[in-house]
Each structure stands twice: as structure tokens, then as C-alpha cells.
DNA sequence: TCATCTAGTTACTTTTTGAAACCAACAGAC
DNA sequence: GTCTGTTGGTTTCAAAAAGTAACTAGATGA
């Protein structure tokens, strides 16, 4: 293997500053169901501001991992969509957001016994 | 499914936060292999500070996906290993950045064409 | 004429991050 | 004895990032 994520000087490293953020996950699996317009984008994904989802998608069309389309309507409208690669990556973001959405009531026990044992401590 | 990542409010966003992150990925992974003491996985883990790293171990110590056991040496030695359902989540996670690691060409070739495209637009 | 839609950008504030110093407690070298 | 290095952290402070809200343009509908 000639990358590695483990070194901060690898490019790996750098996609993965892209790829590993909450809001890039959420957006190529947005993108997973199908293209995708801005708008449409943010408001699906709560809590997503207009310029992080602008700074985000930018990274993602330079990584290759979504296009970029504009429609001359009126007004503009501008369509995302997940490339090849991007499928492939969306591949195992999926299983991950699915984790973490049916190992909730696993996790928030976990986290009252900690929080519990923490103010036994104290 | 109860959960859902896409609402903010929704506890498995609060994970996705946890999770989705550049550093909790490395730690996983690099914890995937077995046990690991904090040093080493600082020294592991290039560009990873101590604080980072043990916000990053109490996190994921409270939602249950780690355990931290202190060995009485001297000087003491703390050992951070995966639960069962942080193995679990690390077979999600290992995917993701071996995906990084293997794509690279691509994406570069990628980047470099972005790159040349916008200097060509200027 | 005023508000609304599109897809962003810009300015400003607040939160988070990262670098570095510091802590205690002990072992071994000098 | 004291200087260095080890362990696993916490604290402090400056810098970077993210969030909030306002603003852009150009056409549509009320």
C-alpha cells in the first residue's frame, strides 16, 4: 500500500479530512438516492448551513466523488449527483450512517451508565 | 427506523458527531488491531495532539464503543481496546479508509484536472 | 412594487482546534 | 541529590474553522 492515513503528510490523509465529516457523509448519502439540488440538499440535511454545504460540495466535485450540473432554467438550478467513484465510496458511508442509526438504544445505555458511574465518582 | 441522521435533533446525529470525524476514524481503526496504550496511539496517529486524543478516548468511551483499563505499573499505563460493539462499528469504518488509501490515484488525477480546469476559467 | 425562487458569497461572531507548557510520580544515569 | 525520561493526562492561549445572518442577481407571480 503506498498511501497511508496514518501520516499527516499523505494525500490520503487529506481526502480523508474530506470524506471523514459529518456533513460529507451526509451529503454523499443524500446523493446516494439520487441527484440532488442545493437547496434541496440543505434542507433535507437539517442543521446544514448554505456556506458549509457550498465549501463541502466544492471539496467533494474536486475530489472527483460528485458532478456538478447547471440547468439554464429561471431561475438557475444546479444539480449534484454522485460520480462512479463517488458510488463506490457512498458504498461504505452507507453501512456507517445505517450503524449508527440502528445502534442507538445500545449506545444511549451505554452513555447513561457512564454518566451515571461519573457522578457516583463525584 | 426511530433514528434518523438527517435530523439534527435526532440522538444519532450527536454519534454522527462523534463518528464522523477525521480522528475517532483513526483511533477505531488503529484500535481494530488490538489493544493500545495512549502514547502509542498518539505516536501511531501522525498530527494527533494529546488533548485531541483524549477528548477523542472519552467520547468514545462514553457512547460505549471503548474501554479504558489503568494497569497499576509505574508510571501507570492506560490501555484502550474495542468493545463488541466497537469492533462492529469498526467493520464499517476499516472499509472507508482502506478505500481512501486505494482510490488516491483516482481522486488525484481528479484534483489535478479540477485544478487546471479553474486556471483555465481565470 | 414587493416578495419569492434559484445558488451561492460575504461579513461578523462564536466555537473548536492545535501547539506548547505544565502536572505528579517514579526509575535510572551521573 | 538532581537531571532526564517515562507514564497519561490538563491547562492556557492563539489561530483556524464553523455557524448566523445579511446580501447578490435576475426573472416570476401577486
Known sequence: MAYDVYDSECPARAVLDHVGDKWALLVLNRLGEGPVRFNALRRDING???????????????????????????????????????????????????WAESNMDQIRAAQSAYDERLSEAA
Open 48 to 98: 446544514l448551513s448554505q456556506k458549509v454545504l457550498s465549501q463541502v460540495l466544492k471539496r467533494l466535485e474536486r475530489d472527483g466523488l460528485i458532478t456538478r450540473t447547471v440547468f439554464p432554467t429561471v431561475p438557475v438550478t444546479v444539480e449534484y449527483a454522485l460520480t462512479r467513484m463517488g458510488e463506490c465510496l457512498n458504498a461504505n458511508v452507507g453501512p456507517l450512517l445505517h
